[in-house]
Nanobody, 122 residues
Framework: QVQLVESGGGSVQAGGSLRVSCAAS?????MGWFRQTPGKEREGVAA???????RYADPVKGRFTISKDNAKNTLYLQMNSLKPEDTAMYYC???????????????????WGQGTQVTVSS
């Protein structure tokens, strides 16, 4: 079992930046960020694997950057040019399996964090 703990959420005005982090209790090959708002389905945001390959959902391409510090088992999501529609609970997810292309579907991630709230005001 891998424990994931997110941090760094908060409130920011549109156009601003925020970085969220996810500390993992052990190394996992593949990690990702997902987000969800009440009444909507969970949405994949970005994913990264142990080789450094990344994948982004279209709504965040060019604005968000996912990165991973393997030495610290910590995942990051740098969010720039934030929009009100980015408001959501952001969840960190991880899995040991090597899959390609990198999935943004939550069903293939075994471990999940509790989430951190990101609120973007207009």
């Amino acid at each position: 079992q891998v424990q994931l703990v997110e941090s760094g959420g908060g409130s920011v005005q549109a156009g601003g930046s925020l970085r969220v982090s996810c500390a993992a209790s052990a190394y996992t090959h593949r990690m990702g960020w997902f987000r969800q708002t009440p009444g909507k389905e969970r949405e994949g945001v970005a994913a990264i694997d142990g080789d450094g390959s990344t994948r982004y959902a279209d709504p965040v391409k060019g604005r968000f950057t996912i990165s991973k510090d393997n030495a610290k088992n910590t995942l990051y999501l740098q969010m720039n040019s934030l929009k009100p529609e980015d408001t959501a609970m952001y969840y960190c997810a991880a899995d040991q399996r090597k899959l390609w292309p990198l999935p943004l579907h939550g069903g293939v991630y075994a471990f999940w964090g509790q989430g951190t709230q990101v609120t973007v005001s207009s």
